[in-house]
């Protein structure tokens, strides 16, 4: 087996150049995304101009082609983030754009985890599957905007860097290195709090209740509804204490009440203390999208609040499956931890 | 859940650069050793939050057996790809790649597994018949 790299195919092709941009003195990259599978939808790609920092975005279509339009001539960074759990993320540097010229780009993505079965083209597969659900966001009977289905979440395109206390970077900087293999999830205990995992959130909204089933431990959260505060006193817990109100049309969640053994933003691992506060933003703009805004606070690890910008998609067809982590886990042995 | 945890690979803003790490998946195999094994199964745990696959392989030198492991996603993921727990049986032959286990010998996960019989690569069809 060769090991497989991100591949990029840099290629300024003059024949290939179409008519310009539309604005006079720019240019275009354009191209397609491609995974081992075929074309990638929806990919969210992003071309950063590398001497200002003008950042422009796009989006793949349904046969994975993309353009960014009236690009400034200069060298540009082009990304795309990892998509759920199925691809690697991509980065080329040194994208030139000319004027008046298209520099085609393109993406080839390999296989986050490299492919190992049935952990990552699910979702992928899923993604494409529902691509084309439109309609109006659902309500309820009091008004209020419905978020109850089955989210296929995706994580922020793109992350900003957490600005930690020194203790919190030692820590953060042990778990990168150790690539990751204390975290709780290892061991079947509540990963991440926060609703960063880019696999399925089942969303079940009554008038004074969200509840949140995921296929990870502790498999539900509640968000209270119905104007309650949180206690005054009490235990610290792994998920916290979450009420949730109406702002406008968005949901805004307020979790307070941590243990501090979580580890925040699944992919990222950061530590945190139990002064954590989270804030969460829902807003369902229509049938198929749920806008989720992250905000960690905790004054005793982060030197300004972390924040994450999420677009999940609806999977109507898809349902929470049964997982229990404890039946057969064998990596804390197999990781040499145990 | 570590089904999904194991195998997640991650964009990590980490001092201004963008680097990306393999988390537990790094921390049980080493994806620079890659391995091809075929063998006839011998069992299989159809369980969480990882589905496993044992063959024996023959050693094509000596003929010696040696039982193998091979660690796949979760049930739910497979489920997801369209396999069921009977999709494979003990007695059947199967090709698998993948990559070795970094604290275990005769420890493998399994990027592809090929039924000998049919030819048909599992776990890569569901998405090629997505739309």
């Known amino acids: ?136 966001a659902p309500r309820l009977a009091d008004g209020r905007p419905d978020l109850s289905g089955v989210w296929n979440a995706n994580v922020d395109p793109n992350p900003e860097a957490p600005a930690l206390l020194p203790w919190a970077n030692d820590v953060w900087k042990n778990r990168l290195s150790t690539a990751f293999r204390d975290h709780p999830d290892g061991f079947c205990l509540p990963g991440d709090p926060t609703p960063t995992i880019a696999l399925f959130y089942k969303f079940v909204q009554t008038k004074g209740l969200l509840l949140l089933l995921f296929e990870h431990e502790p498999h539900y959260r509640q968000i209270f509804l119905d104007g309650r505060a949180h206690p005054q006193q009490a ?61 960690l606070e905790d004054p005793g690890t982060f030197t300004k609040p972390v924040e994450r910008h999420m677009t999940w998609e609806l999977a109507p067809g898809e349902e929470i499956l049964e997982d229990i ?13 145990k | 859940m570590r089904g999904a945890f194991i195998f997640i690979v991650a964009t990590i803003a980490l001092d201004g650069s963008t680097v990306a790490a393999h988390h537990s998946f790094a921390a049980e195999f080493d994806i620079t050793k890659s391995v091809t094994l075929t063998g006839k199964i011998t069992k299989i745990e159809w369980t969480n939050p990882h589905a496993f696959l044992f063959i024996d392989v023959a050693d094509k030198q000596t003929g010696a057996v040696t039982n193998w492991e091979i660690e796949m996603g979760s049930p739910n993921g497979l489920t997801r790809l369209g396999w069921t727990r009977t999709l494979l049986k003990p007695g059947d032959e199967v090709t698998v790649d993948g990559s070795l286990g970094r604290n275990k010998a005769n420890l493998a996960n399994a990027r592809s597994v090929v039924m000998t019989a049919t030819g048909k690569k599992l776990g890569a069809a569901s998405s090629e018949g997505a739309k």
């Open chain 1, 235 to 295: 235990d610290p817990t792994w998920m916290g204490h979450s009420v949730g109100k109406w702002d406008g049309d968005t949901l805004v969640v307020d979790t307070t009440g941590f243990n501090d053994k979580s580890w925040l933003i699944f992919a990222t691992g950061l530590p945190h203390t139990e002064m954590l506060h989270m804030i969460e933003r829902y807003r369902r703009p229509d049938l198929g999208h749920l806008q989720v805004d992250l905000r």
């Open chain 1, 325 to 337: 982590c404890t039946e057969n886990n064998k990596f804390p042995e197999y990781a040499g931890v």
């Open chain 1, 1 to 136: 087996m060769k090991r497989t790299r991100a591949i990029a195919f840099a290629l300024l092709v003059p024949a290939f150049v179409l008519i310009g941009s539309a604005q006079t003195g720019t240019g275009r990259i354009g191209g397609t995304v491609t995974s081992p599978d075929g074309p990638v939808a929806a990919a969210p790609v992003r071309a950063t101009h590398q001497s200002t920092g003008r950042i422009f975005s796009t989006t793949s279509t349904t046969a994975g082609q993309f353009a960014l339009m009236d690009l400034p001539p200069g060298m540009y960074e082009v990304s795309v983030p990892e998509l759920g759990l199925a691809t690697m993320p991509f980065v080329e540097k040194n994208v030139n754009v000319a004027a008046g010229q298209t520099t085609t780009l393109n993406v080839t993505l390999v296989k986050g985890n490299h492919g190992v079965i049935g952990d990552d083209n699910a979702y992928l597969t899923i993604r494409k599957k529902y691509l084309n659900v439109r309609g109006a």
